[in-house]
T-cell receptor, first 113, second 114 residues
Framework: AQTVTQSQPEMSVQEAETVTLSCTYD???????LFWYKQPPSRQMILVIR??????QNATENRFSVNFQKAAKSFSLKISDSQLGDTAMYFC??????????FGQGTRLTINP | NAGVTQTPKFQVLKTGQSMTLQCAQD?????MYWYRQDPGMGLRLIYY???????DKGEVPNGYNVSRLNKREFSLRLESAAPSQTSVYFC?????????????FGSGTRLTVV
C-alpha cells in the first residue's frame, strides 16, 4: 500500500517570505499522480497543484510550485511571496490510476503579518 | 454551481445514538467517497462507491455503513455512535474511479460524540 508522510506538523513564516512544505511517499509504481490540497479555516479542501510522475518538469501554479524528485520519492511544495490568505492546513496526496487518493498527515501553515 | 453538498455541517450525538450524514453532487460524477479527518492522521478513507450500485470498504470502515442512493447521493450512517467517531467527515466525488485529477470535496461535517 502507498504511504504519504509529511514530517512538519506545523510551520510559521512572515508575510512575503518563501516557505517550503515537505512530503515523501512510498510506492513501487512508476506511473502515479501527486497533489497538494489546501484546507483553510473554512474546512473546504482546495486543489492547489497536481504533478504527473512521468513528467520531469515540475508543476507550477502562480506562486505555488513543486520540487518533484522521483528517485528520492519526494514532493515538496514551495509558496513564494506568501500571503495571509495562505494560512491553512496543507495536505500532500498520492494516487495511482484506479487506486484511491491517499493523504499525508498534513502541515499547518501560519503566515504572520 | 454547488459541487458537493454535505449536510449537516455540525452535529453532536450522545454515545449509542445513530445518524446519517448526507452527501449529494451535481457534477454527474460516477464515483463518490467518504473520508474522516483526525488531527495528525490526515484524511482516511471510510467507504467508497466506484459507480452507482456498488460500494466498497476503505481503510477505516468499522462502525459505519453507506448507501449509494442514486448517482447523485451517497450517505454515511453511524448505527451506534462512539466517542472514537468524533471527527470531521468529508464526502468527495470524481468523474470516474479511474481518474488522475483528484477529487472534488464537500465542506465537511464536524461530528462530536459525547
Amino acid at each position: 500500500a502507498q504511504t504519504v508522510t509529511q514530517s512538519q506538523p506545523e510551520m510559521s513564516v512572515q508575510e512575503a517570505e518563501t516557505v517550503t512544505l515537505s512530503c515523501t511517499y512510498d510506492t513501487s509504481e512508476n506511473n502515479y499522480y501527486l497533489f497538494w490540497y489546501k484546507q483553510p479555516p473554512s474546512r473546504q479542501m482546495i486543489l492547489v497543484i497536481r504533478q504527473e510522475a512521468y513528467k520531469q518538469q515540475n508543476a507550477t501554479e502562480n506562486r505555488f510550485s513543486v520540487n518533484f524528485q522521483k528517485a528520492a520519492k519526494s514532493f515538496s511544495l514551495k509558496i513564494s511571496d506568501s500571503q495571509l490568505g495562505d494560512t491553512a492546513m496543507y495536505f500532500c496526496a498520492f494516487m495511482k490510476g484506479a487506486q484511491k487518493l491517499v493523504f499525508g498527515q498534513g502541515t499547518r501553515l501560519t503566515i504572520n503579518p | 454551481n454547488a459541487g458537493v453538498t454535505q449536510t449537516p455541517k455540525f452535529q453532536v450525538l450522545k454515545t449509542g445514538q445513530s445518524m446519517t450524514l448526507q452527501c449529494a453532487q451535481d457534477m454527474n460524477h460516477n464515483s463518490m467517497y467518504w473520508y474522516r479527518q483526525d488531527p495528525g492522521m490526515g484524511l482516511r478513507l471510510i467507504y467508497y462507491s466506484a459507480s452507482e450500485g456498488t460500494t466498497d470498504k476503505g481503510e477505516v470502515p468499522n462502525g459505519y455503513n453507506v448507501s449509494r442512493l442514486n448517482k447523485r447521493e451517497f450517505s454515511l450512517r453511524l448505527e451506534s455512535a462512539a466517542p472514537s467517531q468524533t471527527s470531521v467527515y468529508f464526502c468527495a466525488s470524481s468523474e470516474n474511479f479511474v481518474n488522475t485529477y483528484g477529487y472534488t470535496f464537500g465542506s465537511g461535517t464536524r461530528l462530536t460524540v459525547v
